[in-house]
């Protein structure tokens, strides 16, 4: 992460803003449900890039009739403000993984507990893992090409009878086509893998959905997961209305304002000062 972007943006519809404000979640969709279906692709697994979740935001403080018209509408949409990383830490407690746990679990942290922005526990009931939610680290931004390795890169590298493969590429580069957005994503990677099993089978298990990997056979344990967001971030949210909303539309932003976050700034667009009219049509999902 650039440590001078503080600050990032997302268009989205009111619909979706209700919901974001409702649930105090921001969504990350898998790649092929993307704007630029490419990036489900790689030059070595088919469709591998439904196991790789992203948000998508822009580090572009001015205002893009472009963005306006692909992620909402002039006339019914809006642009969230929030800090960079805004999302909750969760204390993972031995308490908290053994109501989940079909083990013993033994507390040794003398009370220094690891933090992620899953529980762990989510992850050993539901059975899935996310490693990244472990760490702080991401969001990336993203790479503007039109070299075709990056695009559809090769992931999987042998070593004699074992394989090796690298999801870290996925959903950092898109076609150069794309640069007018300066995006910046918040990705994760999440794999059907039950944990809360005998060890002696865990191994086996990560060994099979490695191969089903291998071969494009694995599924993806979800199509989208809601990351909770951190409370300060969220009372410090700003929202820009979108240039021609309607009054009534003006009023719904209010009242949920006024309802599930009312820290919240509203201010209006700057379209007649220094709006970015660009003429680009492209439809998309309506996602967030």
């Known amino acids: 992460m650039n440590p001078s972007?503080?600050?990032?943006?997302?268009?989205?519809?009111?619909?979706?803003?209700?919901?974001?404000?409702?649930?105090?979640t921001f969504r990350l969709n898998s790649l092929d449900h993307m704007d630029d279906l490419q990036e489900?692709?790689?030059?070595?697994?088919?469709?591998?890039?439904?196991?790789?979740?992203?948000?998508?935001?822009?580090?572009?403080?001015t205002e893009s009739i472009p963005m306006w018209n692909m992620y909402s509408t002039l006339d019914s949409g809006v642009r969230i403000k929030l800090k960079a990383n805004p999302f909750k830490l969760f204390e993972n407690t031995p308490d908290s993984i053994q109501n989940v746990s079909n083990f013993p679990v033994t507390d040794n942290t003398n009370g220094s507990?690891?933090?992620?922005?899953?529980?762990?526990?989510?992850?050993?009931?539901k059975g899935y893992v996310c490693p990244a939610a472990m760490t702080n680290d991401i969001l990336h931004k993203?790479?503007?090409?039109?070299?075709?390795?990056?695009?559809?890169?090769?992931?999987?590298?042998?070593?004699?009878?074992?394989?090796?493969?690298?999801?870290?590429?996925?959903?950092?580069?898109?076609?150069?086509?794309?640069?007018?957005?300066h995006e910046w994503r918040y990705?994760?990677?999440?794999?059907?893998?039950?944990?809360?099993?005998?060890p002696g089978r865990v191994t086996t298990s990560v060994q099979i959905m490695a191969n089903?990997?291998?071969?494009?056979?694995?599924?993806?344990?979800?199509?989208?997961?809601?990351?909770?967001?951190?409370?300060?971030?969220?009372?410090?949210?700003?929202?820009t209305l979108s240039p021609k909303i309607s009054a009534g539309n003006r009023l719904i932003v209010k009242s949920l304002i006024e309802?599930?976050?009312?820290?919240?700034?509203?201010?209006?667009s700057s379209k007649d000062?220094?709006?970015k009219y660009i003429s680009i049509h492209v439809e998309i999902p309506n996602v967030y």
């Open 40 to 61: 489900k692709e790689a030059s070595d697994i088919k469709n591998i890039g439904q196991f790789c979740y992203v948000s998508s935001w822009t580090d572009d403080e």
């Open 113 to 125: 507990y690891l933090k992620s922005i899953i529980p762990i526990a989510d992850m050993l009931e």
């Open 142 to 181: 993203v790479e503007y090409n039109s070299d075709y390795d990056k695009l559809y890169p090769r992931l999987v590298t042998h070593e004699g009878d074992k394989f090796n493969i690298a999801l870290g590429s996925l959903g950092i580069h898109k076609n150069i086509h794309w640069e007018f957005q």
């Open 5 to 24: 972007t503080n600050y990032l943006y997302h268009y989205t519809s009111i619909e979706t803003l209700a919901l974001i404000l409702h649930n105090k």
């Open 273 to 275: 000062k220094n709006v």
């Open 187 to 198: 990705i994760l990677h999440f794999y059907p893998l039950n944990f809360n099993q005998d």
């Open 259 to 268: 309802k599930y976050n009312p820290s919240a700034l509203i201010s209006e």
């Open 212 to 239: 089903k990997l291998l071969h494009g056979l694995e599924k993806q344990p979800f199509p989208f997961y809601d990351l909770q967001l951190d409370d300060t971030a969220f009372n410090q949210m700003e929202i």
